[in-house]
């Protein structure tokens, strides 16, 4: 599980979508090393304009050819610079870094539920639990963003797909389908979920209303990934007089029990 | 035929406040932990020292995320001083630290002159190696009070000078009217060293929810985007005082040390480096060497302050 500092080769891009882009990288150690939930800290220029890393989620592996996956979205300069890379070409990377969501047998039925993209650590999750009855409820912006949607299919007994303005699949939310699934027959053992903040709150709250589990995977601007310059802070309960404290997404997260988060 | 100059090792050795450092390439407070995570990536032993993270004598939570930011070349973060508290440090932190074969720094905050001595007074009594006075953390109210005037920083710097058993360095804000006059007054306080810059106030706006990225709204600049501030305030300060300096501020490679040192650096400290790549200060280190093996230069000590002005 320990990261590394890695300078990996790209095996392939595609682009799966106006905006979102998949990439497969070449690396021993990620591959063999990393879990559903961990993701990888980039360096996206080559000089020192952009000095942040971006995390990114690992969004599948491969083990026998040694690679693993991260899917992403254009959103600024860093993930532009992601989506002009071409194969052969080395990324400066950081990873597995973050903890991972927890996986158990006794798990008989469980729920994934994202949004946008908060898919893609899902899918790997989804991919990698192998003996339980899985239904993924996935929501998009709108059509054009549907992505994996096949994917999750292979890997999932059922799929609920929803968008915000009912342009594919039904017009709701992530959260509006998962209510419906909580009050269906099926007695679930946990959600797994990752999106929006507004989302995932209300996933939480929906948890809590039917006594299930719920590991949620939050998202923070980071600096150094590795935990040390405590940049990447979230409100985590604990013992105490003030009853919470500040831990940090990229080493005692990104994924928690939404239970022990302080959602605000 | 050309005669090739015979390459030398060259001697990276320092020695200032009485202090030996085996490189003058020192992870700045801040971003370098207590070591812990960074020791997976490299030996902090190869390090001349560590700076580490501010402690304050009661545990501190710092601020309401997000506390950082990227700006072109540089980064803004409004961390706020987090930190468990001395007391857990020297409980748990510290026989850690120490294991690495390095200079160990503590570098310290408080919301008043008490404070500053009562954990200058604990830290006395420990095996770390000198103090880093922080009376400059714009990220804190308290701080910078002390440090953007002379009268400030003689007040804190003599008052813990009474208690303080360790070498004393005063790191000195930017945001001051004129930073060569706090470096004097540092000096005339007692203080063994000077380490400058800390972070220059700064704020960066998302225009899209027409707000400051920081939840704290200002926050520190650091990176490369400060270097000729920093520059600039080392040579000044280094001009006027005999105490040493130790300079910092966007030094990302050899080469920008090198600067910081013609400059009027005795050592160096990179902070943003840290994050921006955990092993880089290795790289400074080794840019450091060849830069000196390129010009025949025998001990890095030579050329401190060697800058001929024009
Ligand atoms: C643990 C984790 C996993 C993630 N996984 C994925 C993924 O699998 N696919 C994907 O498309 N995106 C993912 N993200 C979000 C991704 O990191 C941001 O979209 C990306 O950093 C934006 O960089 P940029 O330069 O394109 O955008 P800019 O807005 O120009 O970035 C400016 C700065 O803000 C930071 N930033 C901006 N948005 C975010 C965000 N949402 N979260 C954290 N930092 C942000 C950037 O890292 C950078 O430092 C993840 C975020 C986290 C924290
Ligand atoms: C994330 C972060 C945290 C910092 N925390 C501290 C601190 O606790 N105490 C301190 O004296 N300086 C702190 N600093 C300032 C640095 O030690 C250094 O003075 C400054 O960043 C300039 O150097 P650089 O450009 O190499 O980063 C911090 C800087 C950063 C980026
Ligand atoms: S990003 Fe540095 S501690 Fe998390």
Redesign the interface.
């Known amino acids: 599980m320990?990261?590394?500092?890695l300078y990996e080769e790209i095996s392939s891009i595609e682009r799966l979508s106006e905006r979102i882009y998949m990439m497969r990288i070449k690396s021993e150690h990620i591959s063999k090393s990393s879990k559903p939930g961990q993701f990888v800290n980039i360096?996206c220029c080559e000089g020192?304009?952009?000095?942040?890393?971006r995390p990114i989620s690992i969004c599948g592996t491969d083990i026998q050819k040694g690679t693993f996956d991260i899917t992403f979205m254009v959103k600024g300069k860093g993930t532009q610079y992601l989506s002009q890379r071409k194969p052969g070409e080395t990324l400066?990377i950081?990873g597995p870094c973050g903890n991972a969501f927890e996986l158990s047998e006794n798990y008989k039925n469980v729920l994934v539920a994202g949004g946008g993209i908060g898919i893609f650590p899902l899918l790997y999750l989804a991919d990698m639990i192998r003996h339980s009855n899985k239904c993924s409820l996935i929501g998009f912006k709108s059509s054009s963003e549907i992505v994996m949607l096949d994917r999750f299919k292979t890997c999932s007994n059922k799929v609920g797909v929803c968008t915000d303005d009912g342009s594919a699949g039904e017009k709701a939310f992530v959260t509006e389908l998962l209510e419906k699934e909580l009050n269906g027959k099926i007695k679930w053992d946990i959600i797994y979920a990752c999106g929006p903040y507004e989302m995932m709150k209300k996933v939480h709250m929906l948890s809590a209303e039917h006594g299930i589990k719920c590991q949620v995977s939050l998202e923070?601007?980071?600096?150094?990934g590795?935990?040390?310059?405590?940049?990447?802070?979230?409100k985590i309960k604990c013992r105490g007089s003030?009853g919470w404290?500040?831990k940090h997404v990229c080493?005692d997260g990104p994924v928690f029990y939404s239970s022990e988060v302080i959602w605000e | 035929m050309e005669t090739v100059k015979k390459r030398i090792k060259p001697d990276l050795n320092i020695e200032i406040m009485g202090l030996k450092f085996k490189n003058p390439v020192i992870a700045a407070s801040g971003t370098f932990g207590f070591g812990r995570e960074f020791s997976k990536f490299i030996d902090p032993g190869l390090l001349g020292g560590i700076a580490l993270k501010a402690l304050t004598l009661e545990p501190r939570e710092g601020n309401k995320p997000p506390r950082i930011a990227e700006t072109p070349s540089g980064i803004l973060n409004s961390v706020g001083l987090q930190n468990p508290g001395i007391e857990y440090f020297l409980k748990n932190e510290l026989i850690n630290v120490k294991k690495y074969n390095t200079v160990i720094i503590a570098n310290i905050a408080g919301n008043s002159i008490s404070d500053y001595c009562g954990i200058s007074k604990k830290l006395s009594a420990t095996s770390v190696e000198a103090i880093e006075l922080n009376i400059s953390c714009p990220n804190v109210k308290e701080g910078t009070v002390f440090g953007s005037t002379p009268e400030g920083v003689y007040e804190i710097t003599s008052r813990v000078r009474e208690v303080c058993g360790k070498p004393l360095i005063v790191k000195l804000t930017p945001n001051t009217a004129d930073i060569a006059k706090n470096a004097m007054a540092a000096e005339r306080a007692g203080a063994d060293a000077i380490s400058l810059i800390n972070t220059i106030l700064g704020m960066s706006i998302d225009i899209h929810t027409e707000r400051p990225v920081l939840n704290a709204n200002y926050g520190g600049l650091s990176g490369p985007a400060v270097k000729p501030i920093a520059l600039r305030m080392v040579h000044q300060t280094a001009s006027c005082v005999k105490i040493p300096v130790i300079g910092m501020g966007g030094i990302m490679s050899g080469d920008d040390a090198i600067e910081f040192i013609l400059a009027g650096a005795s050592a160096v400290m990179a902070g943003t480096a840290n994050i921006v790549n955990p092993t880089l200060c290795y790289d400074i280190i080794m840019g450091i060497e060849r830069y000196l093996s390129d010009k025949g230069i025998k001990s890095v000590k030579e050329i401190t302050g060697k800058l001929v002005m024009n």
């Open positions: 320990t990261a590394k500092l360096r020192n304009e952009l000095l942040l890393r400066d950081i923070q601007r980071m600096g150094c590795i935990g040390a310059c405590l940049a990447c802070a979230c003030k404290t500040y080493k």
